[in-house]
């Protein structure tokens, strides 16, 4: 078969992405892989637990029950019996009251919803505030609209927490979306809800949609002092969409099942999108979802006591090497300055540290230029990886001074 090029170009937003800057780091894995080495990836959050197996049973049971009908289409805005279960989620853990029926909506994962949000919200020159270091995949979403995109700085001494007296006048006046992570992936940072007031406020004065991300709420480690919601504010739903997933906190990533809540008229245009391209989730996806909503939270409360376990063992383990990281509060993932030896270069230093050891972390340049010269790790290996990746790390001659 003759290949000849192809002839027709592609949208010129799809032409003008940049690079993924983790497939940099996917093709040195894929390599070393191929070359019969020893690898350990610490780079993806990619959660090695299990879902209740009462979801699974759930799954199972609607999957063959004729009754469920879910090997039809689905509903566009999602399974009813869904919807009313992310309506009593809000009410027991956030002591928000919402209308399943036009204040939920049921996402091929959070990722989906937030990219097609921006879809239904920024035009072309349209300025989106993103805080940073952030989650990839707001970059791309932005970019496909052809939005102008402001990077806010997170910084360390502020725990990592957005303060509005670092976005411009300027860039306020021409703002029309902020995305804001609470716990934030990668730095592991918590707002608390004095944050969400004065975030409330500053975008209904400035007119400024906020969107709220928090796919980790259920990944804080302080039980007096959960992790709140956006919409836990009067009057939020005026000017906030709020987005949560299963994928961390229920074990569910590869299930691709989320949602959003808040006021009915941006909901309805997120539904309003999302009526082109898709047809919601699976049937029973939908309904085993509710289930895990709806259950004993018990798989939740594990992965807390798990990723907690799994930091202090590695964060110890970093400052046995030397390398004095901190302490996260919250998520699965350790946000740290990269040592003092390579000079704030964070590609070069997780290059050499796979290199030497196998070992694959997260270039702190992928979340944002605000995340240079930092690097991140994900708490996915068990108790017996975490000690086979600090003996690989010890045993790799380099120095962890921070």
């Known amino acids: 078969m003759i290949r000849e090029p192809f002839l027709v170009p592609c949208a010129e937003p799809v032409a003008k992405l940049p690079p993924y800057v983790f ?8 390599e070393a892989l191929a070359a019969g080495r020893d690898v350990v990836d610490l780079g993806v959050g990619n959660p090695d637990g299990r879902p209740d197996p009462a979801v699974v049973a759930e799954l199972v049971r609607a999957a063959r029950d004729p009754a469920a009908n879910c090997h039809g289409y689905s509903t566009f805005k999602g399974h009813p019996t869904l919807r009313r279960a992310i309506a009593a989620f809000y009410a027991r853990r956030f002591g928000v009251d919402l209308d399943p029926e036009t204040e939920t909506l049921p996402l091929i994962g959070s990722k989906e919803g937030l990219a097609n949000l921006m879809r239904a919200y920024l035009e072309r020159g349209d300025t989106l505030i993103l805080p940073t270091p952030c989650y990839p995949a707001y970059f791309g979403a932005a970019r496909l609209c052809g939005a102008e995109i402001f990077e806010a700085p997170l910084r360390p001494e502020h725990g990592f927490v957005l303060r509005f007296a670092d976005i411009p006048a300027d860039v306020a006046r021409q703002a029309k979306m902020l995305v804001v992570n609470y716990p934030n992936n990668p730095t592991g940072g918590v707002a608390d809800l004095d944050f969400y007031r004065e975030a409330v406020a500053w975008c209904r004065e400035h007119r400024v949609l906020l969107v709220s ?6 990944l804080g480690f302080d039980p007096d002092t959960p992790p709140p919601s956006v919409l836990q504010v009067p009057g939020a739903a005026a000017v906030a969409v709020e987005f949560q997933s299963l994928s961390k906190s229920h074990n569910m990533a590869g299930w691709r099942t989320g949602f959003a809540a808040g006021g009915a008229e941006p909901i309805a245009t997120l539904g309003r999108v999302k009526s082109m391209v898709d047809f919601s989730l699976f049937g029973a996806v939908q309904l085993a979802a509710a289930a895990a909503l709806t259950g004993d939270q018990q798989v939740c409360a594990d992965n807390r006591a ?22 996260p509060p919250a998520t699965m993932y350790i946000w740290a300055p990269v040592p003092r030896a390579w000079a704030g270069d964070d590609f070069a230093f997780v290059r050499e540290v796979f290199e030497r050891t196998g070992v694959l ?24 990886g975490i000690a086979k990746v600090l003996r690989k790390l010890a045993d790799a001659g380099l120095d962890w001074t921070a």
């Open 23 to 30: 497939a940099t780091t996917f093709k040195w894995k894929e």
């Open 361 to 384: 972390l997260s270039p702190g340049s992928a979340f944002g230029r605000h995340g240079a010269g930092w690097c991140r790790t994900s708490l996915v290996a068990d108790d017996a």
């Open 213 to 218: 991300d928090i796919a980790y709420s259920e």
């Open 306 to 327: 798990l990723y907690r376990r799994r930091r202090d063992l590695m964060v110890a383990g970093y400052r046995a090497l030397g390398w004095d990281v901190p302490s």
